[in-house]
């Protein structure tokens, strides 16, 4: 068994480019998903580390010297990081010329030619569902044996039969061993969770054909594989005794509530992804089992754009659900996305006044991301909706830009309607009294709030500084 580095490398200060991160930016507030998609084969292979660097606040000068220490380093990449990414691979080869290194995530996933042609540093790429992939390169198997990679032979490029897709989820061990082992848990932050949190997958995969989403069009696939509620609940109960002092676990599956009845099955205090058409009767049985927060991909107030996403959510339903959820006391982070296809200076307007009508307890903008092996990101090539002068998914500071631009609606002013979206649904009297309220609930939840509305107030004002600077060019 090869000795073997699982790295998150260093990148943007600040970023929040984890294997669990849907959108791979920095936040307008300190956030950090746990690298989970790197934590499942780390245990799966002896005698392994992972380092997440981002959230450790490790730099490339901190993790250069641990080269010499592995046979074997695996790199999570993803599209806006992946030139630094490509960088941290250099050094790391230029210290250890032995390193057998690979790359892994979505973006090698659907470009494995461009990412081996990126550096000869990268010796071979797992593409997919890459878990025991891994684990058989750690054994130390040829290449030609291996499922699932791409690599060189001879100077040529070489893409092995795809793998088989995992169906007995039960086979995956427990991440949390690795999290206990290797990770800090107070490292990890999420403004709308319980500090400090843990986060695991209870299942792969969802049934929705949201045109934007990146794990289900390149690793998960769209059939909801599950654990079982046994295995799940063991792991929850180990998880329970490795760290006493967390206060939130959470459930990061795509849609956990794509299987209704194993999503009752579960009971112990848990948050999740849902979608917003769970009927009453399930909200009950998942309140009454220690469910406390729901993660709700409203996306959009306009019905004609959740056409166009696929989104398979009609608004009256998310209306009517969202009711139910706060009739049952079940507090909600909604995420929205400003830029989709038919988007408009009118469908924003609509969409924050949706936002504010449904009042979630807290909301999560996001601007529409065209990751490559997303049907979005094959509909704006098509329509000439890529921006020519876009450098990719984030800036140089890795905040989030506009990568799309329609005839209509400029992706300067898609890029604006974030900080308004954020502006009116936050700073309304019924909202400031809400969070008002909640920051005197108790003094650790009063110092989270200044820290993380210092933050907030940061963000707000760094992107009134570059639309200001915009204008003036």
């Not at 790199?75 to 080869?93: I, M, N, R």
């Not at 044996?145 to 086979?171: K, T």
């Not at 061993?177 to 792969?204: A, C, N, Q, W």
Request: proline content about 5%.
């Amino acid at each position: 068994m090869l000795k073997a580095l699982f790295l998150n490398p260093p990148s943007f200060e600040g970023f929040d480019g984890g294997a669990g991160s849907r959108y791979q930016a920095k936040r307008e507030i300190r956030s950090f998903w746990y690298p989970t998609w790197l934590a499942q084969p780390a245990a799966l292979v002896p005698g392994s580390r992972l380092i997440d660097a981002p959230a450790r606040g490790l730099s490339l000068d901190d993790v250069l010297p641990m080269a010499g220490d592995y046979e074997l380093a695996v790199l999570h990449t993803s599209t806006p990081s992946f030139g630094y990414d490509v960088q941290v691979a250099e050094a790391l080869k230029d210290a250890n010329p032995k390193l057998l290194l690979g790359f892994v995530g979505a973006h090698v996933a659907v470009n494995p030619d461009a990412s081996l042609a990126a550096s000869k540093a990268i010796d071979f790429v797992a593409r997919a569902e890459f878990d025991f992939t891994i684990k058989e390169i750690a054994e130390g198997r040829p290449f030609e044996e291996i499922d699932g990679i791409s690599y060189r032979r001879s100077g040529e490029i070489v893409h092995n039969r795809e793998r088989a897709i995992l169906h007995d989820m039960d086979q995956l061990p427990f991440v949390v061993d690795v999290y206990k082992r290797d990770l800090v848990i107070e490292d990890y932050f999420i403004g709308y969770m319980r500090h400090p949190y843990v986060s695991i997958y209870t299942g792969r995969g969802c049934k929705s054909r949201c045109t934007f989403c990146l794990w289900p069009q390149t690793i998960g696939g769209h059939k909801y594989r599950t654990r079982s509620p046994e295995h799940v609940i063991e792991e929850m109960r180990r998880a329970k005794e490795y760290f006493p002092e967390v206060q939130e676990f959470f459930f990061d599956d795509d849609t956990f509530t794509d299987d209704l009845k194993r999503s009752e099955e579960i009971g112990v205090p848990w948050s999740c992804n849902a979608k917003a058409n769970v009927p009453y009767e399930t909200l009950k049985v998942l309140k009454d089992n220690g469910l406390r927060l729901f993660v709700v991909g409203y996306e959009t107030g306009n019905r004609d754009i959740l056409i166009n996403i696929k989104k398979g959510v009609r608004l009256d339903h998310a209306r009517q659900f969202t009711e139910n959820c706060h009739k049952l006391g079940i507090t909600i982070h909604g995420t929205f996305v400003v830029g989709l296809p038919g988007e408009s200076k009118e469908t924003i307007q609509e969409t924050i006044k949706f936002a504010q009508e449904m009042n979630p307890h807290t909301i999560q903008v996001s601007l529409a991301a065209t990751y490559p092996g997303t049907f979005l990101h094959r509909q704006a090539a098509e329509n000439g909706w890529l921006r020519e002068d876009s450098s990719g998914l984030v800036g140089h500071s890795g905040v989030q830009v506009s990568a799309l631009s329609y005839p209509h609606l400029s992706h300067e002013e898609i890029f604006e309607a974030v900080a308004e979206f954020y502006r009116r649904f936050y700073f309304r009297p019924r909202k400031l009294w809400e969070m008002t309220s909640e920051m005197f609930s108790s003094a650790d939840m009063f110092k989270r709030r200044c820290r993380e509305g210092a933050e907030f107030f940061r963000f707000l004002l760094s992107r009134e500084n570059r639309g200001e600077a915009a204008a003036a060019q």
